[in-house]
């Protein structure tokens, strides 16, 4: 079919550029369709990286692009949008036209994750070879590199890059739902390209050779182990040294598969520390870093480089990953152990040796080898720094069901089980391999969650239940044995490994027969387990056990700080019934208690007495599970439990957290701060500033607070030197003016909180306060007391009088004999 009748790329570009602030979304995704459909790819090549950076926005965030973190189902452009990005939707098919013809589009290096551009401005390839052979070298010198990515590297790039571009939202509008139509792209494009049943759909458009062309294929003696921690290479390849790997046909089956995960990972896994970093730095690559640079000096032309720059002193990228960006992560995390755990029974049994004979489709190795050699070495970096720098709050939970997710792979089987039955399920014995390949995962985030949780306040419902999922998790039959046994296996001595051949050469046929095939297994096993965590680590790491004497013991001070939370939470939760039992249906009216600091304590939601009960439910739980997974005696436990309850009676429970006394008050100590963090202690939160300025109560009478604060105002601003003398007199006047004029409580103020002196001495001023007669109690009696003089035949003044003359006598006998009743 012919044609129409086609503009040159820069009218047509012109022309979209236009259209976008004419044209409502549906019309410019329409008019895309066509134009993707009827033009060439040589026209469509000039537009393909502003189309790009106009659905996901610029990389440095000024272009906010379609939004998509922020557009969700309840937007009339979210059906929209996800049929134009959907894998199969005309996006994708202008990228496997373009992809057809090996066009190649520049990004800068600038743009890379922190560790890989300064691996490249060192001049050393970075580990992962999704940087390998398209690195552009400009006149201007090394520090304005490039690379040529082909068009589908390109469009997964900047699909990946929008999830990490800062960019400002409006107001009250946040990125972190996972409903938005950036979260279900994700989602939708992981399982299509790693999917778990059946294979990768091929691509519509062929180039000459009858298959899209794969950006980097790796060569079949390479295969998989040439990334990640898992390398046998010892050095890495000098960026002037790029090779050229020849392509390996099976090899074009997945690499959509394996570009897509590798950005995923790269992009959104490689931001953690400096200090990170350094560790990661292996001797092999100081070692090809020290050869380039000795190369460096017979080289003509040499790249800029500042004196003395190096890949530890440039890299500076700040730690800050949002809880949206954690979510999307997690989302990771789950796909690929449910795409790892779709790997047929027969292809998981079998050896690698025996592996390397058999004909296995690319997929299902790529289904072997995703999770370690893929995310692992980075998202326990990624993890680790999140336990250490993530606030300590209830967000935190984005990232402890990250990493619960990675730590569980036996959740996403495929096999559906009763929730009630899961909860006790046994970790079968198959995953013993998994648990010794992640041992870190295990033991060292478990320490580092430890440190979060005591300077947690557990009395909080949400830390508690974060508290009780760790718990729950690592007390699962048979899992706290396997965590144990591979700690066993890292401890075995050196010597063991002294005769160990590589696992190569391990077969009877190949000279191995000396060695028991015991003995090859536990040699195995340790090696796996020491490769692992000196990877992670580094060798000269100072491994803690999960269940050595040290850990025990902060376990033991979590326990301490969890029972002194469930009383708090007790307690709380029991002042909070009695002063609902003394409130009655009459509390409406003010009657069922006379302290204005009874209403107004500052409690959060939080500390209500349903999430009370949930609190002590979840912390007693988790006490259970703690004694279970590191088999704590019970009686021991009992009586820690009957100490701290003995040495905290009610006297000391209502004790100060502890303070010094400053020039304005008292100031927190250290062990003051870390008593209300555990819960220990707290201060008796009441309103200690103006009373004519608390918020109005729910049985007050707004207009009337307001009405009467005005006036009581005027008389006290006026007459409030004659208040002052008379309640300065020593006589039965004086101690009369008291009565009516002062605060009741200003001559029995405890110290319940830090408070400045100028505002208690200024509160103690005598005044006069007319704010109780906008109470609802205080109406209903006058009401009633006309009433009955109305009743008695009393007019309204002669009630009013008799009222006042009322009032005035009980203040007499109060004044007469307050002290005495105060006494008894």
Known sequence: MAAPTLQQPSFLLANLKADTTTKPLLHRCQDLVKIIDDYPA???????????????????GIIAGWNLRLLHSRSHEYNIVLEFLKPSGPMMKLVYKLQAEEYKYEIPVNYLPG????CIQEGVLPDCPLFHNKLQFPLSGVLTLNLALNPFEFFMFNFAYCLITPKSYPQGQQGSSTDSAYFVLVDTYLKYFLPSEGSVPPSPFSDSRGSVTAPSPRSSSVSFAGYGVHSPSLLKHHIFHQPSVN????????????????MFVEIWLHHYSLEMYQKLQSPQVKLALLQYRLSMSSMPCQPYASPGSGTRHTYQEPFSPTEEHVLVVRLLVKHLHAFSNSLKPEQLSSSPSAHSHTHTSPLEEFKRVVVQRFVQQKLYLFLQNCFGHWPLDASFRAVLETWLSYIQPWRYTGEKTNPQQDQNRTVPDKWELFVQENLLMYTKLFQVFLNRAVRTDLVNVKNALMVFRVAKVFAQPNLAEMIQKGEQLFLEPEHV????????????SQGGSYVSSKQRVVTDMVFRVKSHVYALEGQDCQYKQMFGTELRGAVMKLIQIIAQARQTAKRISDHSSMATGNNSFMSWFGMGSSDLNNTFNGAEAEESGECLKKTHEFLDRALENLCQIFKLNQGQLNQLISNLGSSQDDGNCKQLPDCIQGENGLILTDLGRKQIISGLRRFDIRYQGDPELQPIRSYENALLVRLLYRISSLLNDRFGGHMNALCSRPDFLGRLGRHYLADPDSTTQLKQSPLSRRTLERNRQPRLSLRPLASYRTILLLLIFYVLGAVLSFGPVSSTLLILGGGFLLGLVMTLFGDKLKKH
Do not use: C, M, N
């Not at 160990?500 to 077969?507: A, D, H, W």
């Open 115 to 118: 560790p890989v551009k300064a």
């Open 497 to 508: 490994l002294h005769h160990r051949q590589p696992r190569g050469y391990l077969t009877p």
């Open 247 to 262: 392509a390996d046909p099976a090899a074009q089956e997945i690499w959509r598969s394996e570009t897509l995960l590798q």
């Open 42 to 60: 040589k026209e469509l090549h000039a537009i393909f990286p502003w189309l790009v950076e106009t659905v996901f926005g610029s990389l440095d």
